[in-house]
Nanobody, 113 residues
Framework: QLVESGGGLVQAGGSLTLSCAASGSIFSYGAMGWYRQAPGKQRELVARITRGGNTNYADSVKGRFTISRDNAKDTVHLQMNSLKPEDTAVYYC?????????WGQGTQVTVSS
């Protein structure tokens, strides 16, 4: 089970930190990712992190978002800075690739202009 939290309403240029708590061992899951789905759009991967901490970002968030994980606490985080209205979406975490875990409820991020 994955439980996302930390979303909210923020003005453009602001920051939020999202958290994902897993009921199982994220180390066993392997690489983890943060995904988002905006209204009327497909879900997309925005950041991923391997067991060892190697990261990769979508071009749209590179330099603004930072993904991290704590294998001991089974949590994954997404620090989001310099937020833009186009970052508005429901954010989810899941394994990568394949997003093979059951999706959580997500956390809504709304960025006002």
């Amino acid at each position: 089970q994955l439980v996302e939290s930390g979303g909210g309403l923020v003005q453009a240029g602001g920051s939020l930190t999202l958290s994902c708590a897993a009921s199982g061992s994220i180390f066993s899951y392997g690489a983890m990712g943060w995904y988002r789905q905006a209204p009327g759009k497909q879900r997309e991967l925005v950041a991923r992190i391997t067991r060892g901490g190697n990261t990769n970002y979508a071009d749209s968030v590179k330099g603004r978002f930072t993904i991290s994980r704590d294998n001991a606490k089974d949590t994954v985080h997404l620090q989001m800075n310099s937020l833009k209205p186009e970052d508005t979406a429901v954010y989810y975490c899941n394994a990568w690739p394949g997003a093979g875990l059951a999706w959580g409820q997500g956390t809504q991020v709304t960025v006002s202009s």
